[in-house]
């Protein structure tokens, strides 16, 4: 998708923007999960998939595993958006809660695969999900004509592992930057010093993007991404913003984050004006049912001032 | 755009949506705007045109007016909401603000026209305007392999009298129903008269629709159009919700309604079951302001409650 006031706000010669929240689940995390539960043995896939999750991977997992008719047990925490574990279990996969402390989901995880031989798939750590994940950014370059510069959001590292390699499998010249909230920005520390530091106290709004980098994907980051830059939570919310008023597309705060990072201006000017650029908004699930209910409620009392429907 | 949730919740063999909230200004009133004023002589289009309206077709006119590079004054009721006005202005166009009266608008139309021979743009009783707006249903029509059934939203009757003589022109066994809100049902109830009556006090969220139908629609709608059902303001709303959380498309209430419609049961089973289904989106543009204000503010004040962004 396409803005004129995007262009011309960056600059840019084109800024192409590739809509995971219209992917199925509603973000690029079924890509990734489709490839890793397929390419399991048959045996692995009867004994059952785990997961654990707080929210779009729980999604894309359940699917996955509905398309291919196994069975899927969903870690989650106990606080986990009710709207996120619903949609879980209505993919037909069987969620199970566990406290929201860090290694809690690991653990119980853990107990599930002793005790029932079930067969984890790890959100971002993992080959395949992260060579799924990648298919994003092939999509994409090979739908427009170039790319100079792309730009993706990072949490795990999942997506951007695989998009930096499917991106300069494509054409090495293509830039990669990792776009990181500030009060999460366990990769770009890491980025800069070299070697994995894990994050503290995550604090944004950018649900998705609270963990730490992985393992396996630090060093495809190390090697294929240019850089890593961040954003703050203000920035977060004004991408949010321009995405949903003037793009008109529901983007949840983790998929704003790249945006974010190029009206920031902590991208040099050279690397944008007159580029083509390209800017993967990873999905769009955000619960709404307090706005939605509260827009009802004045309707049923504030009938006569209907004119502003902002609440 | 399609939805497989969409067309397992109906049962329609399949669902495509026509999406006019990523039309140019956000609504379909850019087709008509410029089907209409750029059919002017261009000694008409020198004297400057004018406009009236709270709205959407107040921005395609101001952006019509810039690309042909015309002077466009709209008048505006003193109530509309400000990022409307502002868009407009934004377009280059002269705002002049009006009373909220009934009849205000075009009473200061009229005086700017007889004072500066404007050339008066009609939002939607123009055959200009009729048939610009009716491209929208031409290309929805083109582009999929069948409709059996096309639902549009009604207010003025722009919009579904351009659609219905562009659906029935390529093929007239399509079914075109309006949806209008019940809270400003006059066409509705012309239609049931075979007469047209005017909108009394039009107490709807769907500020698109709240006007009469018109003098030059009216007779097409009788002549082409199959149906006009209504929809509750509660049934507007959950069609938006479902627009915004599952299909992750910012939809303004007026273009949410004719999802109500088929969403609402009043449109009768066999004219859905398995049929091939077109729903037009007329736009998307909503002040959000409050909205990511009041997020901005949770996150200054609530910061260790980030896990759900709901306000």
Chains 1, 2 share one sequence.
Request: charged share 20%.
């Amino acid at each position: 998708m396409t803005s004129r006031t995007l262009d011309s706000i960056t600059g840019a010669k084109r800024v192409v923007i590739k809509c995971e929240n219209f992917q199925r689940t509603g973000s690029f995390k079924f890509r990734g999960a489709w490839n890793s539960i397929s390419h399991l043995a048959s045996l692995e896939r009867k004994k059952g998939i785990i997961a654990h999750s707080s929210g779009n991977f729980a999604q894309a997992v359940a699917l996955v595993a509905q398309i291919l008719q196994t069975k899927a047990t969903i870690v989650m925490p106990n606080n986990a958006t009710p709207s996120k574990i619903q949609a879980t279990q209505g993919y037909g996969a069987e969620v199970v809660l566990c406290g929201n402390n860090p290694g809690d989901r690991e653990k119980m995880a853990e107990e599930l695969v002793q005790k029932y031989s079930y067969k984890l798939v790890h959100p971002f750590d993992d080959y395949h999900v992260i060579f799924g994940a990648g298919t994003t950014a092939y999509e994409l370059v090979r739908a427009v004509n170039r790319i100079d510069l792309l730009l993706v959001p990072v949490g795990g590292g999942g997506l951007i592992s695989g998009c930096s390699i499917a991106a300069k499998g494509i054409n090495p010249r293509i830039k990669v930057i990792g776009v990181e909230p500030k009060n999460a920005d366990d990769a770009f520390r890491s980025f800069q010093l070299g070697k994995r530091v894990p994050v503290e106290n995550p604090n944004t709004i950018a649900d998705g993007l609270r963990t730490s980098v992985g393992e396996k994907t630090f060093p495809i980051i190390k090697e294929f991404v240019d850089d890593i830059i961040t954003v703050t939570e203000e920035q977060i919310i004004d991408a949010m913003k321009f995405y949903w008023e003037r793009m008109k597309l529901v983007v949840e705060p983790s998929g704003a984050v790249p945006l974010a990072g190029i009206l920031s201006g902590n991208i040099e000017s050279p690397l944008i004006k007159n580029k083509r650029i390209g800017i993967i908004i990873s999905g769009g699930n955000i619960d709404l049912s307090d706005f939605f209910s509260t827009l009802k409620k004045n309707i049923q009392f504030r009938k006569d001032h209907l004119d502003h429907i902002t609440i």
